[in-house]
């Protein structure tokens, strides 16, 4: 890279700054010496990703409806990548099927709902692999229905796995 690429870079990364310890803000001093340019970089570079114009979002209507825009996206990211990782926070569900997370989102699909695209993404051969996060369990859980909508989504992707055209 550049040199004065670098120093550019390093200096957005100092405006955009997120330390360990919390603090936020412009040009502010993290408390632990460590890696704390290298940090700061890689925070700045996700806040740019996330910012992008080039990041491409699909509606909470193309994910329940499996929508053209849902195929394209995952036709596109097949074209550009070697390998696709699929990654769902519970938070983001019908806050009825994860009564126990304290982050809900309201008006968030069902289970059901997201199963069904997941099937629909998982029927792409570069999907390979899948995350589910942020589960509520044991008291916060107690009924089982957010361990159910987990399996939901799980079962959701392996049958997009089975139904997967042979080369």
Request: overall charge positive; some cysteine.
């Amino acid at each position: 890279m550049k040199t004065a690429e670098r120093n550019s870079r390093i200096r957005w990364a100092d405006m955009f700054s997120v330390c360990a310890n919390g603090t936020a803000g412009r040009n502010r001093r993290c408390s632990s010496t460590w890696g704390w340019k290298q940090e700061k970089l890689q925070r700045w570079e996700r806040y740019f990703l996330l910012t992008s114009p080039s990041i491409e979002q699909l509606t909470l209507e193309d994910v329940r409806t499996r929508s053209s825009n849902l195929h394209g996206a995952m036709k596109r990211l097949s074209d550009a990548t070697d390998v696709i990782y699929i990654h769902v926070d519970m938070d983001g569900l019908d806050p009825r099927e994860v009564p126990g997370h304290p982050l809900t989102v309201p008006g968030g699909p069902t289970s059901i709902e997201l199963a069904a695209a997941l099937t629909e993404m998982f029927k792409y051969e570069k999907v390979a692999a899948f995350g589910v996060a942020s589960t509520p369990y044991g008291e916060k859980d107690q009924t089982g229905i957010s361990r159910q909508a987990a399996y939901n989504l799980i079962l959701g992707a392996a049958k997009g796995v089975q139904q997967r055209r042979p080369k």
